[in-house]
């Protein structure tokens, strides 16, 4: 049963397996064998695909299963060519890339205040740790 997520929306492995008709336990196979391929994985191991990496997985299964490429002649294929001009040049643009934001006087010393804070808790941490094994 198709899934109804936007074009940007990560997929779980079910969803991208169900949407090209792969097996899941080929999608990880193909991980093991493709760097290209970066699923979030979330606790449990939960893997989500962006989209990319649903683009990525399109092409290694146009060149695998139509032009009856080997795994390895799909490897030096991306490695000679380029996964950009193979796949095209939007992919792989960092999703999470942000943007330089100018931050207010304010907004700039609560930030440094902040990880402040968080280094003075982890050095509470760490001692309270260090007290608990003697």
Request: charged letters at 35%.
């Amino acid at each position: 049963m198709p899934v109804n997520k936007s074009k940007s929306a990560f997929r779980t492995i079910a969803e991208v397996a169900e949407e090209l008709g792969i097996a899941t336990h080929v999608l990880r196979f193909w991980e093991t064998k493709f760097d290209q391929i970066k699923p979030m994985k979330r606790s449990g191991g939960r893997r989500y695909y962006r989209p990319d990496d649903v683009e990525i997985i399109k092409t290694i299964q146009h060149y695998l299963y139509n032009k009856r490429y080997t795994i390895e002649g799909v490897q030096k294929l991306f490695k000679e060519k380029g996964i950009k001009n193979l796949v095209g040049e939007e992919i792989q643009k960092d999703f999470f890339d942000a943007h330089q934001v100018e931050l207010d006087t304010q907004s700039n010393e609560l930030i440094i205040s902040l990880q402040q804070q968080l280094v003075n808790i982890k050095k509470e941490l760490e001692e309270a740790l260090e007290k608990s094994k003697s």
